[in-house]
């Protein structure tokens, strides 16, 4: 039963991260969809971050329980290490993409990204399974996306002026303009931000606690339903005050991202454990085993494809894969869209032949 849970929780890794390949990979122009939101609003493409988090949300869950959840030396060791390599390794891609541009010094190092935030969200959400009652889980989702709330509401917080922004101001005056992300008003990881980001890996961290604690598959899944049901009506009731935004990521966000992901995950577990003997189903499974290759090696394939991105703009390689593609396919979205999914492909390749090798690294 055990290794029929982590199936299910690779195979969604697995599409998450398929997913964060995909959109962050698109060339020329896109489709809507394969965009982020530019502020207020989300799209399909707003929802692979989330999902991730809420994933390490269950994973954190379920890999401390095995020590009981026991403070010991030896176990904040290892939180305060990953921690910090998952941070460093965030800085580095970030440094790899100015060094390449030609910029290799410190001066304009963005100090915020996707591994920077994962890697606080991972500390925070560890610590508090090591020290507090979980009972208090839900009184802490609630108590930080109240306090977030506020200073939203106070700040100035859904501005999309970086001048009176308090997200925008914070980061700002704590870490300079030349160490910040400049697409958007706010740096989407900025610090502020990691606030309802550690509610969202919480909800992923009760969700964890479900499913080890439910006594069936059936149950599990059931389960992950209602929790899934629950937060996408909070979310859509939130929104009439906080409109869904993934650059501030707003509390609206945070629930109905989590509940969409309790959802799949509940989907997922109902198809590939459930009802792993029905043949009815095997249509559904056939794509979701393909996905594990992606997550058994999930944040080593996300760094492997921020990496080649990198290098295949420095040296031209997009361009010329994209011409090729685009030669075939006429219209510039599906050209796009084809050489996202070639780059997702060759990704796929390392995973594959890691698998192949049973090599699985964890960041």
């Not at 970086?162 to 992300?181: C, M, P, R, V, W």
């Not at 056939?286 to 997550?295: N, S």
């Not at 219209?331 to 890691?354: D, H, Q």
Request: proline fraction near 4%; charge should be positive.
């Amino acid at each position: 039963m055990s290794e029929n849970r982590l199936l299910s929780l690779d195979i969604l890794r697995g599409l998450t991260v398929a997913g964060m390949v995909l959109v962050n990979n698109g060339f020329g122009e896109s489709f809507e969809m394969l965009q982020h939101s530019r502020w207020n609003g989300m799209t399909p493409c707003d929802l692979v971050f989330p999902f991730f988090l809420f994933i390490m949300g269950i994973a954190c869950y379920l890999s401390l329980s095995k020590t009981n959840f026991t403070p010991t030396r030896h176990s904040l060791y290892k939180i305060g290490k990953r921690t910090l390599m998952l941070f460093l390794i965030g800085l580095f891609i970030n440094w790899f993409h100015n060094a390449l541009k030609g910029d290799p010094g410190l001066d304009h190092l963005r100090i915020w990204a996707v591994m920077q935030r994962i890697a606080l969200c991972y500390f925070a959400v560890s610590l508090f399974a090591l020290y507090v009652r979980h009972r208090f889980v839900i009184p802490t989702i609630a108590l930080l996306l109240g306090i977030y709330t506020v200073i939203l509401l106070t700040g100035n917080g859904y501005a999309e002026d970086a001048s009176t922004n308090i997200l925008a101001q914070a980061d700002l005056q704590l870490f300079g303009y030349e160490h910040l992300y400049h697409k958007s008003p706010v740096d989407p990881e900025g610090l502020l931000g990691t606030m309802p980001s550690i509610a969202h890996v919480l909800l992923g961290f009760y969700c964890g606690r479900l499913i080890k604690q439910s006594p069936t598959v059936e149950h599990k899944a059931v389960n992950l339903f209602v929790v899934g049901a629950v937060c996408v009506i909070i979310g859509y009731l939130l929104t009439y005050g906080l409109p869904l935004n993934k650059r501030i990521w707003s509390p609206s966000y945070v629930m109905m991202t989590c509940g969409l992901a309790a959802l799949v995950q509940g989907l997922i577990m109902f198809v590939v454990d459930f009802k792993h003997q029905d043949n009815r189903f095997a249509v559904l499974r056939a794509p979701f085993f393909v996905c594990k290759v992606f997550g058994m090696n999930a944040l080593a394939l996300y760094v492997c494809s921020e990496l080649l991105a990198i290098i295949f703009s420095h040296f031209g390689i997009n361009d010329a894969l994209y011409n090729v593609l685009h030669t075939v396919i006429a219209p510039e979205k599906w050209a796009s869209l084809a050489y996202a999914i070639t780059f997702v492909a060759i990704n796929y390749a390392v995973g594959y032949l890691l698998y192949l090798k049973k090599i699985y690294i964890k960041l």
